[in-house]
């Protein structure tokens, strides 16, 4: 028990916020102002190149880009997706694995439960100065979490991050985190507000959807998965987000 607190208080040092927090909601500059720091420098030089190449490949065009993140726990995988700011379909730029995981499928309800969320979010922060080298910031809780959840504390420190150690995050390694944040730090430099990331139990196909029904005979999950596969759905049929609200009941609700 001792050590599980222990383990808990240094993974929450790891990500302090207040170093990224001030670049939040700023694009003017946003770039210049992550190449500051260090490991973002070293990043560039390391990804640069290789990011505006894959892209280019993808007929993406690097100054003008929406960048789009899918996570599906199950099968511990991140898929990174692209389009040029005019077109209206993505087009699948990268795959990362997860390094670890850890908990259950189902959301996140509250503080400590191990558990890496489900839903619909965005980055809501750059994290420069990780103590996993570099990370990207979940904007958990959203209001679905907090009109779901039975809990008062509901934690929040939820980031894509380096390394391979995990108590709810998700981490994709020193390498792969590199390229993702130079990916994400072009599409914000270049006029990007937020950029979604959607974090599934697994891919909602039909098979794997009354597969996961199946495993899992608890009602409320059941509605709540329901609730996220449209989005699913839609994606792999158009290669379009769909614009998503949240209802007074914590439900999503989704328009094309």
């Known amino acids: 028990m001792h050590k599980s607190l222990i383990l808990l208080a240094v993974l929450a040092l790891g990500f302090k916020s207040d170093v990224g927090q001030k670049f939040e909601n700023d694009n003017i500059g946003f770039r210049s102002a992550q190449l500051e720091f260090p490991r973002v420098k070293v990043a560039f030089e390391n990804k640069e190149v290789d990011v505006k190449t894959k892209l280019r490949l993808a007929g993406i065009q690097p100054e003008r880009f929406d960048l789009y993140v899918r996570a599906f726990k199950k099968e511990e995988s991140i898929e990174v997706w692209a389009k040029n ?139 709540f998965w329901t609730n996220l596969r449209p989005v699913y759905q839609h994606f792999e049929q158009t290669g379009q987000i769909m614009q998503i609200q949240i209802n007074h009941q914590g439900r999503y609700l989704f328009t094309e």
């Open 85 to 223: 700011r005019a077109d209206n379909m993505y087009t699948l730029i990268e795959t990362y694995p997860f390094c670890s995981n850890v908990g259950d499928l189902g959301p996140k309800r509250q503080q400590g439960d191990k558990q890496i969320p489900e839903g619909f979010y965005h980055f809501s922060m750059f994290n420069p100065n990780s103590n996993y080298h570099l990370s990207l910031k979940v904007n958990y809780p959203n209001k679905s979490d907090s009109l779901l959840s039975e809990h008062s504390d509901l934690g929040g420190q939820i980031f894509l991050h380096g390394g391979c150690l995990t108590i709810g995050c998700i981490p994709i390694t020193d390498d792969k985190i590199e390229e993702l944040y130079v990916m994400s730090v072009l599409a914000k430099d270049n006029g990007q507000m937020e950029i979604p990331i959607h974090i599934f139990p697994n891919r909602m196909n039909y098979a794997n959807y009354k597969s996961l029904l199946a495993r899992y005979p608890d009602r409320a999950l059941h509605i």
